[in-house]
């Protein structure tokens, strides 16, 4: 009982670090933006279907191929906000909804496309190492999958905490007219804060790939998921995101193990309706704007 405890705590922290890459850009971009991005997972899956076709097509491992998914999503969020998601910021947002969600269609019509409908999966040669942590055998591609996602959510965590750009950021969240004031450039900021967003959603893509098998329609789930998390955290609040991901993360692992793997995607749901329903400002949430 102790080491299936064990291994659920630990499973579930690993896939937490994971979720929070997940859920950090959509995070991001609600706070500058005010609005959901409902074409986040299926850019997610996106760097997933780029990252598998650079190993099977070139043998690029797939932690290589996240720089290069970043760079060029940095590039197409930068162009999809400026040329269309730009329009609509300080008109009405609930058409700027709509095309994420035309987007997410898009997407999603695309890779079945080009990718047809099958499941498919990551495999590289270290796929199926372990690690052996005092008798609790761990997936080797779960502790990489997750030191990466922390190195990634770090070096985001210094650009909006140490740099100019990181500070404008962050002063557009807290209150987009006022920064204006003071000589922030809102629509380039916006701008910056998408692509990014865009781009950290990308690089959750490969990891996503080495620890799950997908498929065109599954952006549905992950979307899901990832919107439950940034409620529970508390909307705009990248800690509380880190905070509600390792809490689902956990929960998951806990009834995969302890109940059946098929009741592990009601975890989410269940939490986001406890949470909307008695703190719907979420754990690490406001009334204030802000990205905590």
Known sequence: MTQVLVQGLVFGLLAGGVYALMSSGMSMIFGVMRMVNLGHAAIMLTGSYIAVTLLQQLGV?????????????????????????????GGDL??????????????????GVIWTSRFYTIRTGYSFNTFNLFGLYIPLIRIIAAAEAAVLLVALWLILSRTNLGRSIRATIQNRSVAQLVGVNVARVTM?????????????????????????????????????????????????????????????????LGIDVRWAPMVFYIFLLVVMLFRPQGLLGSVNRGLA
Do not use: C
Not at 61 to 85: C, K, T, W, Y
């Open 61 to 89: 491992d797939p932690l290589l191929s996240i720089p290069i998914i970043v760079a060029a999503f940095l590039v197409v969020g930068a162009l999809f906000e400026r040329g269309v998601l730009g329009r609509f910021i």
């Open 94 to 111: 609930a058409l700027a909804v709509l095309v994420t969600l035309g987007v997410a269609n898009i997407l999603e019509g695309g890779q």
């Open 192 to 256: 910056i804060a998408f692509a990014i967003g865009v781009a950290m959603a990308g690089a959750a893509g490969p990891l996503m790939g080495m620890l799950y098998t997908w498929y065109p329609d599954s952006h549905w789930l992950w979307g899901g998921k990832i919107v439950a998390i940034i409620i529970l955290g508390g909307l705009s609040s990248l800690r509380g995101a880190l905070l509600a991901s390792m809490i689902l993360g956990v929960a998951e692992q806990f009834v995969t």
